[in-house]
């Protein structure tokens, strides 16, 4: 048997919608709060800081691994999704974890999903406007996470900046009393940002992969008397054009509270540059502060 499935292992592996409120509900009788780390698996270090983050602020942690195919637009990107559930929940037990939440696509959608959520102009743009329907099945299996794990603090990473906006105002709409916790990206040596996709880039597209973030990082660093956005824009997006294997599709400088593009730094005081960025068949996204 494989040790993850020892039931002397303190953590818990949860497939039914029925156990976990269960064991929310033990955790809350003794009063403890509770943390939701929400996944699709194939774990990498960037998930582990998101759990270490809720382990410092909550007592009770629950991370869901689970394959969502209603915010997949595309059948192949949801078939060549790493799966990787026993490794995950190993990498889950060692963070200290006390629920992993693995259901089954039946489990969590015993009928077909057919909400559909006034995200507003947030989920319009970028990954809304590339990825039709991606943000409302992003809405409806988060909004389920924590209407069934009922956390008292839900943590997301900033590699998908544009997803936390789109769920913050997924939580007014549906108004969840709980805590929205925005975690930083984290990065490999390279600079590259952390990402279950990277797996699937060759060595050699791994090599190349890091001048994305190093050429946001330069363009953080141009004068902006002399660069308005859309002159940033124009930077960043023929320096990684110029580098053979690299497509973007799209560079977006934005409000980070809005997420609408802007026209002059004046408009905000938190500017964030989202990319996406095509190598071969992989779809990778990062972003940078301005
Ligand atoms: O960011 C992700 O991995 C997913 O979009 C999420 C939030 C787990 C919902 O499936």
């Known amino acids: 048997m494989s040790p993850i499935l020892d039931k002397n292992f303190k953590m818990e592996i949860v497939n039914t919608v029925a156990r976990l409120r269960e064991a929310v509900a033990n955790a809350k009788n003794k009063g403890l709060s509770v943390g939701l780390v929400p996944t699709m698996g194939a774990l990498h270090e960037g998930h582990i800081s998101l759990v270490d983050r809720a382990r410092k602020e909550c007592d009770f942690v629950v991370v869901s691994v689970f394959v969502n195919p209603t915010q997949f637009n595309n059948p192949d990107d949801l078939k060549t999704y790493p799966r990787t559930l026993e490794a995950d929940c190993e990498k889950l037990a060692a963070a200290g974890?006390?629920?992993?939440?693995a259901p089954s696509v039946e489990e969590m959608y015993p009928q077909p999903d057919t909400r559909v959520f006034d995200l507003g102009p947030v989920a319009e743009v970028m990954e809304g406007a590339m990825r039709p329907g991606h943000f409302n099945g992003v809405a409806q299996v988060v909004s389920k996470l924590f209407e069934m794990a009922s956390p008292d603090k839900a943590y997301f990473g900033e590699k998908d900046f544009q997803q936390i906006a789109v769920i913050r105002r997924m939580v007014e709409l549906e108004g969840f009393d709980l805590e929205i916790v925005a975690c930083p990206i984290r990065r490999g040596d390279s600079g590259l940002a952390l990402s279950s996709r990277n797996t699937r880039l060759s060595q050699q597209?791994?090599?190349?992969?890091?001048?994305?973030?190093?050429?946001?990082?330069?363009?953080?660093?141009?004068p902006r008397e002399e660069y308005s956005p859309a002159a940033v824009k124009e930077y960043v997006v023929k320096a990684i054009n110029d580098i053979?294997?690299?497509?973007?599709?799209?560079?977006?400088?934005?409000?980070?509270?809005?997420?609408?593009?802007?026209?002059?730094?004046?408009?905000?005081?938190?500017?964030?540059?989202?990319?996406?960025?095509?190598?071969?068949?992989?779809?990778?996204?990062?972003?940078?502060?301005?």
């Open 244 to 290: 053979a294997g690299m497509e973007i599709e799209y560079y977006e400088i934005v409000d980070g509270r809005t997420l609408q593009p802007i026209t002059d730094w004046s408009e905000t005081t938190q500017a964030v540059g989202c990319v996406t960025v095509w190598m071969g068949d992989v779809r990778l996204i990062d972003n940078i502060k301005y």
């Open 205 to 222: 597209q791994l090599e190349a992969a890091p001048a994305i973030h190093r050429i946001l990082a330069e363009s953080t660093k141009l």
């Open 97 to 101: 974890v006390d629920v992993a939440f």
